[in-house]
């Protein structure tokens, strides 16, 4: 715990949160924009597998992929699943520092509080160990099997959840520090 905090607060500033959402951001705005569409193109509609929060199962791994073809496979393996190897770790650090941050704004940085940073990494370790499942599925899709399916349906799932119960979090911590903000100011022009 000690050393969480000492990593989180030691890289909390501005500038470097600035640099880090801006490239975490560009890297994401890539992938739904060029390397997504640029693989969906072969998916006839489907959709990728690190697009589905909910998972899937074998049936719906071996639609996606036969509708893939080969083309479609090779581009999932050579275009999204390269930027998508990068994106993981800037999320979980841009993240995790910038909860950092609205923390220590609310002088809870020295608390259990700073456990809730770890929501973005466990999230990107999900990302990875999805994203290397799909690998080996590309790899394999001509001997998929239900197992394999399912552990990377599962990495899916957690990645979404842990995902999703972030933002949640971020929206509540950034929320309390604005009401605070906002009664100091009420405060302070009250007593003049």
Do not use: W
């Not at 500038?15 to 994401?28: D, E, Q």
């Not at 001509?142 to 990377?152: C, D, R």
């Amino acid at each position: 715990m000690k050393q969480l905090r000492k990593l989180l607060n030691a890289n909390i500033s501005g500038r470097t949160l600035l640099v880090l959402f801006l490239g975490t951001n560009a890297i994401f705005l890539y992938m739904l924009t060029i390397s997504i569409p640029h693989t969906m193109r072969f998916a006839n509609g489907l959709k990728l597998l690190d697009m589905m929060p909910m998972g899937y199962d074998l049936s719906y791994v071996t639609r996606l992929f036969n509708a893939l073809g080969t083309a479609g496979r090779d581009s999932y393996l050579t275009t999204q699943l390269p930027i998508d190897m990068v994106y993981p770790l800037l999320f979980g650090l841009t993240y995790s520092f910038l909860l950092a941050y609205y923390i220590k704004k609310l002088n809870k940085h020295n608390s259990q509080y700073q456990l809730l940073c770890l929501l973005p990494i466990l999230a990107g370790i999900a990302d990875y160990l999805e994203n290397i499942g799909i690998i080996l599925l590309l790899q394999n899709s001509s001997n998929l099997t239900a197992t394999a399916v399912k552990v990377t349906s599962f990495f899916s799932v957690v990645k979404s959840v842990s995902t999703t119960v972030f933002f949640i979090v971020l929206i509540i911590v950034i929320g309390i520090v604005a009401r605070i903000s906002l009664i100091n100011k009420k405060s302070t022009f009250l007593s003049r």
